[in-house]
């Protein structure tokens, strides 16, 4: 297998801090990722997805996924474009009836040539498959890898016992890079003044803050996630803000506490391979996840998703009564709108590689810097133009 790169090499020595996730274009090898949510996928259907550039067709069969490359491996075709499932265990490609079984990718039949020598001893790459909370994970690894446990590769929590989760998925048009980026940014407070979802909650928004090293995290202990952590300990708020010589020109969100205002976020952190966990949003007890799921080079998935602990039915039908009547339309279809169009628009810009050495970072970055630097130093391997589809 070759290591042909996706980068330009002629900026690694511009980054050399960060050299390993200025490589990883399409993403970290070796990692567990968000392929869908679990209600995507009924029993006896399939779905196609491409993951870090991989095109890899899932099946749910007896309530158990399973997933392999969707390529055959006799002359390319997609598996996807006409699936035909002759039993339960196997897939059949719809050109020349190479016959896959699900569980290890051995070809059991080929109908066109039924005494072929593949029979038996040829494979087709098959993906390890987890269900958990609701949602599908695969991992995209080497073969001589030994697969973790999913636990690794999500952030602290998500794994509770009676953790409810709704949300929205969605493929935004940039570099996947965009995402985790843009959720630790500390400073881009300022494009949500304008949310619906800060009236509908009373929530305090400034415009900025200065930004404090000490209140970074970073954790990298072996066997356990991989992440930074925003606490929102320090730091000056500004609500304020003046502009070639005019005072208060733009202000921030501030609401009078009533006794009926919410608490405010507790903290931000995101997690390797690419998960930003929000605790205390958009309510109280509630943690938000998203999951920024490389597709391609310019193209990632983006699930957005809202949790909440629910000891009972009860409060697990009350939570999802909120999400559909409430958060959805608030949090989803606007606050977290706004997110993805800047990403989408700075996504223009970073594809160029060039864009990595110029960007102007401030002080105020350095959440932004420790996560690129955390990304490197603890790198599996990244995908390469070989690995792609």
């Given at each position: 297998?070759?290591?042909?790169?996706?980068?330009?090499?002629?900026?690694?020595g511009?980054?050399?801090?960060?050299?390993?996730?200025?490589?990883?274009?399409?993403?970290?090898?070796?990692?567990?990722?968000?392929?869908?949510?679990?209600?995507?996928?009924?029993?006896?259907?399939?779905?196609?997805?491409?993951?870090?550039?991989?095109?890899?067709?899932?099946?749910?069969?007896?309530?158990?996924?399973?997933?392999?490359?969707?390529?055959c491996?006799?002359?390319?075709?997609?598996?996807?474009?006409?699936?035909?499932?002759?039993?339960?265990?196997?897939?059949?490609?719809?050109?020349?009836?190479?016959?896959?079984?699900?569980?290890?990718?051995?070809?059991?039949?080929?109908v066109?040539?039924?005494?072929?020598?593949?029979?038996?001893r040829?494979?087709?790459?098959?993906?390890?498959v987890?269900?958990?909370?609701?949602?599908?994970?695969?991992?995209?690894?080497?073969?001589d890898?030994?697969?973790?446990?999913?636990s690794?590769?999500?952030?602290?929590?998500?794994?509770d016992?009676?953790?409810?989760?709704?949300?929205?998925?969605?493929?935004?048009?940039?570099?996947?890079?965009?995402?985790?980026e843009?959720?630790?940014?500390?400073?881009?407070?300022?494009?949500?003044?304008t949310?619906?979802?800060?009236?509908?909650?009373k929530?305090?928004?400034?415009?900025?803050?200065?930004?404090?090293?000490?209140?970074?995290k970073?954790?990298?202990?072996?066997?356990?996630?991989?992440?930074?952590?925003?606490?929102?300990s320090?730091?000056?708020?500004?609500?304020?803000?003046?502009?070639?010589?005019?005072?208060?020109?733009?202000?921030g969100?501030?609401?009078?506490?009533?006794?009926?205002?919410?608490?405010?976020?507790?903290?931000?952190?995101?997690?390797?391979?690419?998960?930003?966990?929000?605790?205390?949003?958009?309510?109280?007890?509630?943690v938000?996840?998203?999951?920024?799921?490389?597709?391609?080079?310019?193209q990632?998935?983006?699930?957005?998703?809202?949790?909440q602990?629910c000891?009972?039915?009860?409060?697990?039908?009350?939570?999802?009564?909120?999400?559909?009547s409430?958060?959805?339309?608030?949090?989803?279809?606007?606050?977290?709108?706004?997110?993805?169009?800047?990403?989408?628009?700075?996504?223009?810009?970073?594809?160029?590689?060039?864009?990595?050495?110029?960007?102007?970072?401030?002080?105020?970055?350095?959440?932004?810097?420790?996560?690129?630097k955390?990304?490197?130093?603890?790198?599996?391997?990244?995908?390469?133009?070989?690995?792609?589809?």
């Amino acid at each position: 297998m070759g290591k042909a790169p996706l980068y330009d090499e002629s900026y690694l020595g511009n980054v050399k801090a960060w050299s390993e996730y200025y490589k990883a274009k399409v993403g970290f090898r070796n990692y567990w990722y968000a392929a869908a949510f679990s209600k995507e996928i009924a029993d006896g259907d399939h779905l196609a997805r491409t993951i870090l550039g991989e095109d890899i067709l899932f099946r749910r069969i007896n309530g158990k996924v399973y997933a392999m490359k969707d390529r055959c491996i006799h002359r390319g075709i997609k598996l996807s474009d006409k699936v035909e499932c002759h039993t339960d265990s196997t897939i059949s490609c719809w050109w020349h009836g190479f016959t896959f079984r699900w569980s290890d990718g051995l070809v059991t039949d080929i109908v066109g040539a039924p005494e072929s020598s593949h029979i038996g001893r040829a494979k087709i790459k098959v993906y390890p498959v987890e269900e958990a909370q609701g949602m599908l994970f695969v991992f995209i690894g080497d073969k001589d890898v030994e697969v973790p446990p999913l636990s690794e590769h999500l952030p602290p929590g998500f794994l509770d016992d009676n953790r409810i989760l709704e949300g929205e998925v969605m493929v935004i048009e940039a570099n996947w890079r965009m995402g985790p980026e843009g959720g630790i940014d500390e400073i881009h407070r300022y494009l949500h003044r304008t949310s619906r979802l800060l009236l509908d909650t009373k929530a305090t928004m400034p415009l900025g803050h200065t930004g404090v090293t000490e209140q970074c995290k970073i954790f990298e202990d072996d066997g356990k996630p991989k992440g930074i952590l925003d606490d929102y300990s320090s730091g000056n708020m500004y609500f304020e803000v003046d502009i070639d010589g005019q005072p208060s020109v733009v202000t921030g969100v501030r609401f009078a506490d009533t006794g009926t205002k919410r608490k405010r976020t507790v903290s931000t952190s995101v997690w390797l391979p690419g998960v930003l966990s929000v605790e205390g949003f958009p309510e109280d007890g509630g943690v938000f996840y998203e999951f920024y799921v490389p597709v391609g080079e310019n193209q990632y998935r983006n699930f957005m998703v809202l949790t909440q602990t629910c000891k009972t039915d009860e409060e697990a039908s009350a939570f999802r009564s909120r999400y559909y009547s409430r958060w959805r339309e608030y949090t989803v279809n606007d606050f977290l709108m706004q997110d993805n169009a800047a990403r989408a628009s700075a996504g223009q810009y970073y594809k160029n590689d060039k864009a990595w050495v110029e960007e102007r970072l401030c002080r105020e970055d350095f959440m932004l810097i420790e996560w690129r630097k955390l990304c490197s130093r603890n790198s599996k391997g990244v995908q390469t133009a070989d690995h792609l589809d």
